[in-house]
Nanobody, 124 residues
């Protein structure tokens, strides 16, 4: 049975940093991609980025490029979202997602499996 368990959300000041983690289980990660979506109050869910597990190649949405970094730890089967230079508009619930790795490329994000989400609030 698959699981995606996020952690690391919280309150941070503008300009600060936060790292989210997503522990994955129940997937053959060699052919999967893991990604991140976010949903702000009153807005639609937005793809943030993803990484093809086998190749380790990340892709990012334009809104976070240069500020966010996605990485993975093979031994821990965990994907990370390092968020730097955070802005109030980054405030959202962040979801970890998974899908076949063909669903991870420019402006295409994996969305077949979803974690429960973790809240990130950027405020002074």
């Amino acid at each position: 049975q698959w699981q995606l368990v996020e952690s690391g959300g919280g309150l941070v000041q503008p300009g600060g940093s936060l790292r989210l983690s997503c522990a994955a289980s129940g997937f053959d990660l060699r052919s999967y991609a893991l990604g991140w979506f976010r949903q702000a109050p009153g807005k639609e869910r937005e793809g943030v980025g993803c990484i093809k597990w086998g190749e380790g190649i990340p892709y990012y949405a334009d809104s976070v490029k240069g500020r966010f970094t996605i990485s993975r730890d093979n031994a821990k089967t965990t994907v990370y979202l390092q968020m730097n230079s955070l802005k109030p508009e980054d405030t959202a619930v962040y979801f970890c997602t998974a899908a076949a790795d063909t669903y991870c490329r420019d402006y295409v994000w994996p969305h077949d499996y979803w974690g429960q989400g973790t809240q990130v609030t950027v405020s002074s």
